[in-house]
């Protein structure tokens, strides 16, 4: 990689004004970056962004008028999961940057495509995969680095979503082919293989529907998923969207030199199994800025980080494929992309 190019200015634009607004703030106050255009469906809210910037910015109701229009390097895909796809392979055939909120796509066939088109015209795609951002969750990753944990043999997590009314009624409720995984515990499954630093080789995944029976939520709101690595280890993972718990993401990872449990405020870690042995750590005295990883999704593109690209269709893939072993009921071998 080239060191980032300090007076490179990328024009940017944000497509969907929701969590896009995030992305926008960003764009704002990145010193490489240059907000020109935002993009809503919803005029409502492209009044509402109007009224609160006084930036020299230009709205737009249409997205393909907002790409046509603008001369831009890198645009945010913020809107519904279904749009992804769509909005995602225009910008690619414009030889437009890409930082999508999750996930990218649903589907193989549709993953291959944007995959192909990266290949094309050597661009890059990134999500925002905001867990990352969370600099505990960044500790931990740099002590498995340094090999504090010894090898890594097993990771258990579960995504809580804690938010039941947002699922039942809303946007979620009315996408055909909305994903609990992808939707949610893509978050997590990042990182934990973010943590493990290890190739998938198979998934298996059963999933349930309980607490949203009689509502207008029609997908399972459970699952739970099995991860064998390459190396032999193994992960379980939960997407669990019923649970009456809090919005929370609780984890554990075991090595052979060292444990750790973390539940809602607080991460246990042990060396060994006496209870003396406990070290508790207060999680909440470290940031969580939600911005982080699109600021370093900017720097990427500046890099033109190939490899982080690539991650993300293997990330994508091993959720596509628990979407699809909750289907066949069989283990899956989950498809590797290669550069």
């Known amino acids: 990689m080239v060191n980032i190019k300090k007076n490179k200015i990328l024009n940017c634009a944000v497509i969907g004004l929701g969590v896009g607004e995030r992305h926008a703030s960003v764009y704002l106050k990145h010193s490489n970056t240059r907000l020109v255009a935002v993009c809503d469906i919803n005029k409502k809210k ?6 609160n910037h006084t930036n020299k910015i230009n709205f737009y109701n249409n997205y393909r008028d907002m790409i046509v229009n603008e001369d831009l390097e890198l645009v945010s895909v913020a809107s519904y999961d279904e749009a992804h ?21 649903l589907t193989f066939n549709n993953l291959d495509k944007i995959f192909k088109l990266i290949k094309k015209y050597r661009v890059n795609i990134y999500s925002n995969l905001t867990l990352r951002g969370n600099r ?19 990771l258990s997590g579960d995504y809580i979503y804690g938010r039941i009314g947002k699922i039942i ?23 934990l293989l973010w943590f493990n630093n290890k190739r998938v080789k198979s998934i ?3 999933a349930n529907k309980s607490r949203t029976q009689n509502t207008n939520f029609k997908h399972k709101d ?4 099995l991860i064998k690595f390459e190396d032999n280890s193994i992960a379980k993972i939960t997407a669990n969207f019923a649970s009456n ?7 554990e990872i075991h090595g052979t030199k060292k444990s750790l449990f973390m539940d809602y405020n607080f991460s246990y870690t042990f060396t060994k199994p006496e209870i003396k042995n406990l070290k508790k750590i207060d999680i909440k005295k470290y940031i969580y800025d939600k911005e982080f990883i699109i600021r370093k999704n900017v720097d990427k593109i500046l890099l033109n980080d190939k490899e982080e690209t690539l991650y993300q ?17 069989k283990w899956e071998r989950v498809k590797k992309y290669y550069a």
């Open 46 to 51: 492209i009044n509402s962004y109007k009224n």
């Open 85 to 105: 796809f769509e909005q995602i392979i225009f910008l690619l055939e414009n030889k437009i940057n890409v930082v999508v909120e999750k996930p990218m796509c």
């Open 136 to 154: 505990y969750f960044a500790k931990i990753k740099n002590d498995i680095s340094l090999e504090k944990y010894g090898k890594i043999f097993y």
């Open 169 to 191: 009624k809303g946007w979620r409720s009315e996408t055909p082919n909305y994903s609990i995984i992808l939707g949610g515990a893509i978050h997590l499954i990042d990182l």
């Open 204 to 206: 298996l995944a059963i």
């Open 222 to 225: 459970f699952s739970i998923m």
């Open 245 to 251: 718990l809090p919005h929370r993401h609780l984890f």
């Open 313 to 329: 269709f293997n990330l994508m893939s091993v959720c596509l494929s628990a979407e699809k072993s909750i289907k066949s009921g």
